[in-house]
């Protein structure tokens, strides 16, 4: 007996009426029993199970298909590796080739990484060229480098309310190069838009709403993407994340149970309304008649259920022939079973899914016919390897690089070509490429089985990998060879170079167009006062340059195509500073980059000779006063000038008295000695304008610019007092000298040095003549004029 109950109940159908007639049963007693306040309880606790039941219903379905979607454009996105230019370049045909995505999506965009439109799918020529770079789904895409579901928003080529699913694109070194973004609409045409016309009851429906409070779905026309209300509770409380089922009072015109539930693949809630009319509306007709026909209810509806489970799970039976033919290959059909619309649903799922199971097979037969197209053609190796490291597709560029065919390559480890001292590191390398899915880039050697010689080569090996599992290797390999001679070819002529720059004395800087240094030898190392390295510092950081006391930046000399030989001053970082002679020359280095070569010769040496030169050509050695030279050219340059318009310049002759007497009795040293401290005398008691000069032996001159006859007398007479007090002694002897001084004024018409100086030498022999020891004044008309004192007379 339990035997056939088992088997009974073995069967789903058997399962299912017993089911449904035990809550039937339950449901009819337990009304009849608890009357009808009871039942009222009950059937809108059952209303809300149902509810919260299409809720969840709905939105796992939504989950299911946002999901799916989610996962191609991840997938898709994930293909498309390869550098910006490549991607943007083919863009349009990649779309196109998505059909997996184009029957998930109503249209596929492919954005480059400014925000710029490079295609559509279904192609949409107002849009492309767009900057969608202010979009939200763009920035946060952009930000976070992850597949997103976005916010609605309006579309711009179709101005339809809409969401996008978005996925970053990657070069080989992860850099985001492009987005690859599918919109699904809002309206009817899609899954999301046909829940508007999915009815709940007769007049309940389901909507959805966005946590950040937008409406997504509302039967009533213009509501999509408008702000939801806030002043229901339930709102708020389904956009902070809340779900379940409320009695909301006098919402609209009646009251009505509503479910939220909450979505897992976005940031959405579904909502599923119902009257309350509409859903207690049986407890008033159940209440009347349940007692009465619960019994013939209970009496016909085993059979009934039994015939009618048979026939509705009939369908399952077809779908499950129908699909074991199709996997053995007995059916090429589509499956094609009836029965209520959930089975529907679930053959259209299968035949989709097998579709886009097709789809993707042919899309990879396609892209490996296009990847071994394109390494057929590829002028540079690429190996493909298992997880084990054997050869598993070699181009022809990798075989003339190693000299062996393919047919010996094929099924063997990559290793085996590899020079035997490199072989644990291409090793190791290859095996972290595995595990982290990263890509390495490394230099190795090979043989040449041919010439039997090593190939130096650079090699990038990036992973293959699914979601779940590493299914080998692809490397690209490139013969550097030739390459690294030439390198060890330039560094030879560049150390070459360093060495004869490093044993010049001459300081040698190389500076790019921003003035950062390239190059430094150590003198001009010892110029910047640097001990450590200056490469990739600002050569004007270090050191401060003045040409003729003004100072000179890096814009000063790049305006220059060369300097030669120019004179200046430079300060170093140490507050140390050098006279230098300094050559600057242009040049267009590698790619054309502009290039500055500073030289630096210390030239303080020089400078200080020329400057001494200078001094004793124009300075009287004994007396350190300026010479008969300097003296005429200071005049000639003071007449040249002219007389102008204030005090007239002055010229004074001095002549000394007695002097011979000091020499001849006391000796030439005496003699030097007391010229020395005449010319200490002169150079105190006249201004510092003025000029004083030793014309040669005994005689003095003195220049007085803008001075005027008047203070020159009153100066003159200054100089012949103090000479005149002036005593020096020497073994008991005093000896001492007067002056006889003559002064005439420079005039306008004075067209020579000879005709002023021969004006004071006049005055000065009239001083003379007269008894010495006095100043005489020479002025054009009257001749000398006496300017002392009756004592001076005496």
Same mark, same amino acid.
């Given at each position: ?38 039942? $009222? ?27 799916? $979607? ?96 978005? *996925? ?68 708020? *409380? ?85 699909? $074991? ?115 390495? !880039? ?26 779940? $599992? ?177 005090? *007239? ?116 022999? *009239?001083?003379?003549? !007269? ?24």
């Amino acid at each position: 007996m339990l035997e056939k109950v088992r088997r009974w109940f073995d069967s789903l159908k058997n399962r299912a009426v017993g089911v449904v007639v035990l809550v039937v049963v339950l449901i009819t007693f337990t009304a009849t029993l608890i009357g009808v306040s009871a039942g $009222r309880q009950g059937l809108e606790n059952q209303a809300r199970a149902q509810l919260a039941t299409h809720a969840g219903i709905i939105a796992d379905s939504i989950d299911a298909k946002l999901a799916e $979607r989610f996962s191609a454009i991840s997938r898709v996105a994930r293909g498309l590796t390869m550098n910006e230019e490549s991607l943007m370049g083919r863009a349009q045909l990649m779309l196109e080739r998505q059909e997996a995505l184009s029957s998930l999506f109503h249209r596929i965009y492919l954005i480059d990484s400014k925000g710029t439109m490079q295609a559509t799918f279904p192609r949409a020529s107002n849009i492309i060229g767009s900057d969608v770079s202010d979009r939200t789904y763009f920035r946060l895409t952009s930000q976070q480098l992850t597949t997103l579901i976005s916010e609605p928003f309006l579309s711009r080529d179709e101005k339809l309310p809409v969401v996008a699913i978005t *996925a970053p694109v990657f070069d080989h070194n992860r850099r985001m190069v492009g987005m690859l973004a599918g919109t699904i609409n809002l309206d009817e045409r899609s899954f999301l838009g046909q829940l508007k016309n999915l009815s709940i009851g007769e007049t309940g429906f389901v909507g959805m709403g966005t946590r950040s409070g937008l409406t997504l779905i509302h039967p009533k026309q213009g509501r999509t993407l408008t702000v939801i209300e806030t002043d229901d509770l339930m709102n708020r *409380a389904a956009q902070d994340g809340a779900e379940g089922v409320a009695l909301v009072e006098g919402l609209g015109v009646v009251d009505r149970l509503i479910a939220f539930r909450q979505l897992n693949e976005a940031p959405w809630f579904v909502t599923v309304s119902l009257p309350t009319r509409e859903a207690f509306a049986p407890i008033r007709q159940l209440s009347s008649v349940m007692f009465w026909v619960a019994c013939g209810v209970l009496a016909l509806f085993i059979p009934l259920s039994l015939r009618l489970f048979t026939y509705l799970l009939n369908p399952l039976q077809q779908l499950a022939e129908q699909i $074991r033919e199709r996997h053995a290959g007995r059916r090429d059909k589509p499956i094609d079973v009836g029965g209520g619309q959930e089975i529907r649903e679930l053959v259209d799922t299968f035949n989709q899914v097998r579709q886009e199971r097709e789809a993707a097979r042919f899309e990879l037969e396609q892209q490996e016919a296009y990847f071994r197209s394109l390494s057929e053609r590829s002028p540079v190796g690429i190996v493909q390897t298992d997880v084990l490291g054997r050869i598993m597709f070699a181009n022809p560029a990798f075989e003339a690089i190693l000299g062996v065919p393919f047919e010996r390559l094929d099924n063997q480890p990559i290793l085996s070509g590899v020079h035997h001292g490199d072989r644990e590191r291409l090793r190791a390398d290859w095996q972290w490429v595995l595990q982290t899915g990263d890509v390495r !880039q490394s230099e190795y050697r090979l043989r040449d089985n041919q010439s039997n010689r090593v190939i130096w080569v650079s090699m990038t090996t990036s992973a293959i990998q699914t979601q779940d $599992r590493s299914l080998g290797t692809v490397s690209i390999i490139r013969d550097i060879t030739h390459e690294l001679e030439i390198e060890a070819e330039l560094k030879v002529a560049r150390d070459r170079a360093e060495t004869i720059l490093g044993a010049l004395h001459e300081g040698v800087v190389m500076t790019d167009s921003k003035g950062r240094i390239s190059f430094a030898n150590p003198p001009a190392c010892k110029f910047m006062g640097h001990e450590d390295k200056v490469v990739g510092q600002s050569l004007f950081n270090l050191i401060s340059v003045e040409v003729e006391g003004k100072p000179w930046s890096f814009d000063d000399f790049r305006k220059e195509e060369q300097l030669s030989d120019l004179d200046a001053s430079m300060t170093n970082v140490r507050r140390d500073t050098y006279e230098i002679e300094l050559t600057m020359v242009h040049t267009a280095g590698e790619h054309h980059v502009d290039q500055y070569v500073f030289v630096m010769r210390d030239d303080s040496e020089r400078r200080r000779q020329e400057e001494r030169l200078s001094w004793e050509a124009s300075h009287d050695a004994l007396t350190r006063l300026s010479n008969r030279r300097a003296f005429t050219a200071t005049l000639a340059n003071l007449i040249d000038q002219g007389a102008g318009d204030g005090n *007239a310049s002055v010229v004074m002759m001095i002549d000394l008295d007695h002097f011979k007497p000091v020499n001849d009795q006391g000796g030439h040293l005496l003699g030097d000695e007391l010229l020395r401290h005449l010319a200490d005398l002169l150079r105190s008691r006249v201004r510092q304008s003025d000029m004083v000069a030793r014309l040669g032996g005994d005689e003095f001159g003195v220049i007085l610019p803008g001075c005027g006859i008047d203070r020159a007398s009153a100066i003159a007479e200054s100089l012949r007092s103090g000479i005149e007090a002036l005593v020096l002694e020497q073994d008991g002897r005093h000896y001492s000298v007067t002056a006889s001084i003559g002064i005439t004024s420079i005039l306008s018409s004075d067209g020579a040095v000879k005709t002023v100086v021969a004006r004071a030498d006049e005055g000065a022999y *009239a001083a003379k003549s !007269q008894g010495r020891n006095r100043v005489i004044v020479h002025t054009v008309g009257t001749g000398p004029v006496f300017t002392g004192d009756e004592g001076d007379r005496a």
